[in-house]
């Protein structure tokens, strides 16, 4: 099922955190799978990591997103 809705967060390691999600270990979606992995970034350290994850779950951050995965989105 289809909801629209975004899962934003950060990890050391990105293909296990995935693959988590899609197994249902992770209560948060745990309901909303199938999930498709559609955008992600790299930071140098978790410090960044953790700043840059703050900011894309604010108002602006959202839109942020938005714009960046319009055509994708809109497909």
Do not use: W
Not at 16 to 32: A, I, N, W, Y
Not at 35 to 61: F, M, N, P, V
């Amino acid at each position: 099922k289809k909801d629209d809705q975004r899962y934003t967060g950060y990890t050391k390691n990105l293909k296990l955190r995935f693959e988590q999600h899609c197994k249902g270990m992770v209560p948060s979606t745990k309901d909303r799978r199938p999930l498709k992995l559609i955008y992600y970034e790299a930071c140098l350290s978790q410090q960044d990591a953790t700043h840059r994850e703050k900011y894309l779950k604010t108002y602006y951050g959202k839109m942020f997103l938005s714009k960046r995965l319009k055509s994708y989105l809109t497909g």
